[in-house]
Antibody, heavy 121, light 107 residues
Framework: QVQLQESGPGLVQPSQTLSLTCTVS??????????WSWIRQPAGKGLEWLGR???????NYNPSLKSRVTISVDKSKNQFSLKLSSVTAADTAVYYC?????????????WGQGALVTVSS | DIQMTQSPSSLSASVGDRVTITCRAS??????LNWYQQKPGKAPKLLIY???SLQSGVPSRFSGSGSGTDFTLTISSLQPEDSGTYYC?????????FGQGTRLEIK
């Protein structure tokens, strides 16, 4: 059973960089060549996809954030990470990591429990 | 961006009712449509993928249909544990987008 767990600071100062890590357990991060995504949800609002990375290194980002977001994978640690630069209060949200098994029909079958990140001084 | 519009935004129904939630895409997305259920404080849970395929472990009272621009999620006989918010999500475009959600309340 694949499990995902987000970790990182819960409080980030405005203009700084938000950094989160997702640790994958229950299987290799490279097994089946999945895509690994970050998705966020402001309190009481809907879901916004931020971007994804394959274990081969290809990335896709939401154009609304493209200049600020970076996703990377560390296969040796079975982890992937999110960096979001120049944050503002609008970036306050619960951040989820999720897996797309890349079965030909893209969908998210495994999710982390979510990490609340607050942007405030 | 492909815009996903769900209706209704919220609904209230009784145990045993048949419930239908619709999702409309701003352009054709073939069958690249997934449905999720989210409980308060929890991550979304995949219910249906590829418009009509039931995810493993999901009760058979959930079903999905549609293609192109119009899709439906149906709960054939509503159960108390089905309360929550339901989201559709398109994966036709590399820019993945979600509907705004439908909040389902059990009367």
């Amino acid at each position: 059973q694949v499990q995902l767990q987000e970790s990182g600071p819960g409080l980030v100062q405005p203009s700084q960089t938000l950094s989160l890590t997702c640790t994958v357990s229950g299987g290799s991060i490279s097994s089946g060549s999945p895509y690994w995504s970050w998705i966020r949800q402001p309190a009481g609002k809907g879901l916004e996809w931020l971007g994804r990375m394959s274990t081969s290194g290809s990335t896709n980002y939401n154009p609304s954030l493209k200049s600020r977001v970076t996703i990377s994978v560390d296969k040796s640690k079975n982890q992937f990470s999110l960096k979001l630069s120049s944050v503002t209060a609008a970036d306050t949200a619960v951040y989820y990591c999720a897996r797309d098994p890349s079965s030909g029909w893209p969908y998210f079958d495994y999710w982390g429990q979510g990490a609340l990140v607050t942007v405030s001084s | 961006d492909i815009q996903m519009t769900q209706s209704p935004s919220s609904l209230s129904a009784s145990v045993g009712d048949r419930v239908t939630i619709t999702c409309r895409a701003s352009q054709s997305i073939s069958s690249y449509l997934n449905w999720y259920q989210q409980k308060p404080g929890k991550a979304p849970k995949l219910l249906i993928y590829a418009a009509s395929s039931l995810q493993s472990g999901v009760p058979s009272r959930f079903s999905g249909s549609g293609s192109g621009t119009d899709f439906t999620l149906t709960i054939s006989s509503l159960q108390p544990e089905d309360s929550g918010t339901y989201y559709c999500q398109q994966s036709y475009s590399i820019l993945i987008t979600f509907g705004q959600g439908t909040r389902l309340e059990i009367k």
